[in-house]
């Protein structure tokens, strides 16, 4: 009688290495959306942290605080509670946070850090749009392009966000109002600051601009 025997046949290599995909593993994009709030809270932790030493950067002056009255040597003053206070974990998520700040200014450069900061203290995405000359989804993809990149160097994750890259919509020529800031000292000359309004055109100093070239279409026919 012929006993059973196991099957000696060896698995593949690649199968051994490879581990069975978990149905509890974390999806790239969920681990890219958390990280977005991640490194939102730690620029906020940041911002409202006390720098002890910041004193020393300053210049003290040398006139002593004097006291005027009683109310200012024996008043009181109710302490104000802070709009967000951070808690223990959130400082030292920061600091962790603040590595990956760190190798990502090196890696992208000083203004993909700007666009984060900006982004996480709440500047409007259309200022920073018209700052870099485009679009506000090209601003959003931006920041979680940068924030992928974190995620790839140090949690071996790609979420594969899409490229968005698009030029501002309305030119500076289609805008209902346009602003002009006086130009530096060139040449002898100097251009006062004016505004434009459509519809009226150049304004400076509630009159309208007039550059002479309504009096020399009198005169000169081109």
């Not at 199968?15 to 069975?20: G, I, W, Y």
């Not at 920041?143 to 500076?172: C, Q, Y």
């Not at 434009?196 to 026919?221: N, Q, S, T, V, Y």
Request: aromatic share 8%; proline share 6%; net charge positive.
């Amino acid at each position: 009688m012929i006993s059973r025997t196991t099957n000696l046949r060896r698995k593949d290599a690649s199968a051994l290495a490879r581990p069975a995909a978990s149905p509890d593993a974390p999806d790239p994009k969920s681990m890219l959306a958390s990280l977005r709030e991640v490194v939102r809270r730690a620029w906020q932790t940041l911002s409202v942290l006390r720098d002890p030493d910041l004193h020393f950067f300053r210049r003290g002056g040398w006139l002593f605080s004097i006291i005027h009255d009683m109310n200012q040597a024996y008043g009181y003053s109710s302490a104000k509670a802070r709009a967000f206070q951070p808690s223990p974990e959130d400082v030292s998520r920061m600091e962790i946070v603040m590595g990956w700040m760190a190798w990502l200014r090196r890696a992208e450069g000083e203004l993909a850090l700007k666009r984060i900061i900006g982004w996480s203290m709440g500047v409007p995405l259309w200022q920073m749009a018209r700052r870099e000359g485009c679009s506000e989804r090209t601003i959003t993809n931006r920041i979680d392009r940068s924030l992928n990149a974190v995620l790839k160097t140090f949690g071996d994750m790609d979420a594969e966000p899409p490229v968005i890259e698009e030029k501002a919509r309305h030119e500076p020529r289609m805008r209902a109002h346009l602003s002009e800031r006086p130009t530096e000292m060139q040449e002898g000359t100097l251009q006062p600051g004016k505004v434009w309004i459509d519809g009226i055109g150049w304004m400076f100093k509630g009159r309208p601009w007039d550059d002479g070239h309504a009096l020399a279409e009198k005169f000169i026919k081109y």
